[in-house]
């Protein structure tokens, strides 16, 4: 998998760093007053479901982060396979430090690898089709960096990351805007004039939008939004592989199938993200 822009050193710092001073404080006082300062042991990730592992890498940082000197050993990398009593990794150094970040670690693990086993399902519905599986923005505040890192490492295929690196013209867009043409002009007149280059894509809801954005021209994309399967046909038809086309809005894995075959060259899919079951796991003492 390659490495995505958003996983640099400082961000990854920065969600550590901001996820501890929620959890910890002014101090692990359970820690600090149970523990001796000079007690070391070991744990291990121990895997209580079936799935797709992820995290993993997260949680090297994470325990790197909280003490260098403790050492992880990997059992198991992200993206495997898994089930019911498998180890991921085991973790040694000073017990405090094992148990001030057991619980980032378990937070984080769990819904990734809960977002990498259902994105995995949902690619493998894909099978025989050129379509690709598309996560949102719909991601829980402050952890869309593990939540779009998880998408990957399940098989999909992370959208913009956020506001800022593309333009989106979704359908309040075009409202506001005073129609498809109009919010497309707009975007490409912004853009001359600010010197940025940035994707376009434009959502619509009718052929008769569809239409509307090939004559207007100037896009990258057309979303074609809460479509029947045999609508999307007619748009693919008339968009005829000038613009990548997304299919979007209340797709399930019922349906997924059937929105793939009439081709689309993305599905995105917000429920990868925000109504996922994390996978059960706890980090134990051996």
């Known amino acids: 998998m390659q490495t995505p822009s958003y996983l640099t050193p ?15 404080g002014d101090g692990d006082h359970s820690a600090l007053s149970a523990i001796p300062a000079e007690a070391r042991n070991r744990a291990h990730l121990l895997i209580k479901d079936a799935g797709v592992l992820a995290g993993v890498a997260l949680a090297r940082h994470i325990f790197a982060f909280v003490d260098a000197d403790l050492v992880l050993e990997g059992r198991l990398e992200d993206g495997a396979r898994v089930s019911y009593g498998d180890v991921a990794f085991t973790v040694e150094g000073r017990a405090r430090s094992i148990l001030t970040a057991e619980r980032l670690v378990l937070n984080c693990m769990q819904r990734m690898s809960g977002i990498a086993t259902h994105t995995a399902h949902l690619v493998s519905l894909l099978a025989g089709t050129k379509a690709r599986l598309l996560d949102t923005r719909k991601t829980t505040p402050n952890f869309r960096l593990p939540e779009k890192w998880a998408v990957l490492i399940g098989g999909g295929v992370n959208h913009r990351y956020g506001l800022f690196d593309m333009i989106i013209l979704k359908d ?44 207007a021209g100037g896009i990258d994309r057309i979303m074609l939004d809460n479509m029947a399967p045999a609508q999307l046909r007619e748009a693919v038809a008339l968009v005829a592989g000038r613009y990548q086309l997304e299919a979007s809005g209340g797709i399930t894995e019922e ?6 075959a009439t081709g689309v060259d993305y599905i995105s899919v917000g429920a990868l993200t925000h109504s996922v079951r994390s996978l059960d796991m706890s980090l134990k003492a051996f």
Not at 14 to 24: M, N
Not at 181 to 194: D, V
């Open 10 to 24: 400082e961000a990854l710092t920065a969600f550590i760093q901001a996820a501890l001073a929620e959890d910890v």
């Open 255 to 260: 349906t997924i199938a059937d929105v793939a």
């Open 172 to 215: 309040n867009h075009v409202d506001y805007a005073g129609g498809v043409r109009q919010a497309i002009e707009a975007s490409r007149a912004y853009l001359a004039q600010t010197g940025r280059q940035l994707p376009i894509e434009i959502e619509t809801r009718s052929l008769a939008e569809v239409q509307q954005a090939l004559d």
